[in-house]
């Protein structure tokens, strides 16, 4: 079983920058794609950002883009998201998204818990 735990997120005011970072545990044979999501109170959860395992290309939500940058550690098979501009539409809790080829030879999603992001302006 594989656990993904997401670390960065406050509280910081309009204008600002946070860097939120996901680490994991367990045993895997490959991960296809890591993104972050979020999911504001009462909305529904949204696709912020993806980064592909493979040649690294990227994909931003267009409320994020030229604002929010995700990039990965191959070495360590984490992934981080450095958001700057921040806005108060930016509050939500963040999620971490793990695609990838489980030891089992299927292709599951898994998800951390949730980081708490708060934008104040």
């Known amino acids: 079983q594989v656990q993904l735990v997401e670390s960065g997120g406050g509280l910081v005011q309009t204008g600002g920058s946070l860097r939120l970072s996901c680490a994991h545990s367990?045993?895997?044979?490959?991960?296809?794609?890591m993104a972050w999501y979020r999911q504001a109170q009462g909305k529904q959860r949204e696709l912020v950002a993806t980064i592909a395992t493979s040649g690294g290309s990227t994909n931003y939500a267009d409320s994020v883009k030229g604002r929010f940058t995700i990039s990965r550690d191959n070495a360590k098979n984490t992934v981080s998201l450095q958001m700057n501009n921040l806005k108060p539409e930016d509050t939500a809790v963040y999620y971490c998204n793990y695609r990838l080829l489980g030891i089992d030879r299927r292709i599951n999603d898994y998800w951390g818990q949730g980081t708490q992001v708060t934008v104040s302006s």
């Open positions: 367990g045993s895997y044979f490959s991960i296809y794609t």
